[in-house]
Each structure stands twice: as structure tokens, then as C-alpha cells.
């Protein structure tokens, strides 16, 4: 769905060049400072949904309830553990978490309106691995760890965008999915799983049940 919906966005950038070349290359357009003005918007709003584009590429479809891989701990010393996150790709990444506690964000794309009849899923994309302590003043005074997961990579962040625009937008709402923060514990393994509402983790081992028994 979102590979059909980035060709659109890039059939009309292809649009806006045939216009915005036509523009420029008709007639002498150094005598008509209005036609080359208009010519030239028609190029830079074509880059621009290009961008857009490229940018939307990047959030995977979220039609039903799925994993989106695991994280594992192995402790390092005094609230300091390796956490290895595996994706739902196989794709492998380590990551040094200070604190007590760990959680996992994604953000979200949820389209409502005539694209949510018509039945077009929300979309995600992994944003950011964190620890947190316990009390607030080793929060204040102690090493922090936040990593992130994925990001816009060529100067577009449609997401943010969105997000400044408050509720103005009518076709797509522009949220966080957060993981609830749960207990970091030596061996212990997580399964984090996706739906419309948000991040779940799921202890997978003894090790995390137990980590969850005594923080609850």
C-alpha cells in the first residue's frame, strides 16, 4: 500500500517538473520574470514531494497486530547493560542502556478521514531506544542512554511536520507508540510486538518474568 502511495506522491513530482520545465523553456523567460518565477516553484515543490516521498517510504504498513523483534540484556556492571535488539528483518544492533529501566518508541502515522475508509492502514517506524532510572535524583545526576532506531535521512521529516501542525491536518494524525518502560535484568529477553494502539513488550524468558514479578 505505501509503495502505491509513494508512486503517486512521485507520478505528481514528475508532474510538477514537465510543468515547471515547460514554464522555463518557453519563450524568453529572462523577459518574463513572473513565467521563471513560477517555473522554478513548480521544480522546487516537485523536490519537495519528492522528499515526502522518500520519506514516507520509510514507515512500514501496519495492517494487524505483529512482532517487531526482540531485546536482550546482558549487565555490564551497576545499572549499565548491553542490549542487543533484533528486528523483525533478523537485522542486529547493540546498544550500551544506563538505569534501571528500558522502552522502545515508534512513531505512527494514523490516517483518518476518506483514506481510513478506504481502508489504508496506519504506518510505523522504529524511532528510539532509552533507559531510565528508578529515582529521580540518579535521573538527574546519573549517564543517560538514548539511541536512535531510525531517522529522515534526506531533510524531510514528514512526521515532525505533521506533529507541528497540531490536529490542522484532516487526513492523518501524527502519534507516538511507546512501550511501556520495563525492568532491565541480566539475561532477561523481550518480545515487542505492534497494533493500532501503541508498543507492547512481552517477557519471553524466566529471567524477564521474574524482572516483572518484583518490579510490579
Do not use: C
Not at 504498513?61 to 548491553?82: I, K, P, Y
Amino acid at each position: 500500500m505505501y509503495i502505491a502511495i509513494t508512486f503517486v506522491i512521485a507520478f505528481v513530482a514528475l508532474l510538477l517538473v514537465f510543468w515547471g520545465g515547460k514554464v522555463l523553456l518557453k519563450g524568453n523567460w529572462l523577459l518574463g520574470f513572473l513565467r521563471g518565477t513560477v517555473g522554478l516553484l513548480f521544480l522546487a515543490g516537485a523536490l519537495l514531494i519528492v522528499l515526502v516521498a522518500l520519506d514516507v517510504y520509510s514507515y512500514r504498513n501496519l495492517a494487524n497486530e505483529h512482532s517487531v523483534g526482540t531485546v536482550s540484556f546482558e549487565r555490564l556492571g551497576d545499572q549499565h547493560f548491553m542490549v542487543k535488539f533484533a528486528d523483525e528483518d533478523g537485522i542486529s544492533q547493540e546498544f550500551q542502556l544506563y538505569g534501571d529501566q528500558w522502552q522502545l518508541d515508534a512513531r505512527m502515522l494514523k490516517w483518518k478521514g476518506a483514506l481510513a475508509r478506504w481502508g489504508i492502514e496506519p504506518a510505523y517506524r522504529l524511532d528510539r531506544l532509552s533507559g531510565r532510572y528508578l529515582t529521580l535524583q540518579d535521573e538527574r545526576n546519573k549517564q543517560r542512554s538514548v539511541y536512535a532506531l531510525g531517522q529522515s535521512e534526506y531533510g524531510v521529516d514528514v512526521w515532525n511536520l505533521l506533529r507541528g501542525m497540531d490536529s490542522s491536518v484532516p487526513v492523518v494524525d501524527a502519534v507516538y507508540g511507546s512501550a511501556t518502560f520495563l525492568p532491565m535484568q541480566d539475561g532477561a529477553v523481550y518480545e515487542v510486538r505492534i497494533s493500532h494502539t501503541g508498543l507492547l513488550a512481552r517477557p519471553l524468558n524466566q529471567q524477564a518474568q521474574s524482572a516483572l514479578n518484583e518490579w510490579r
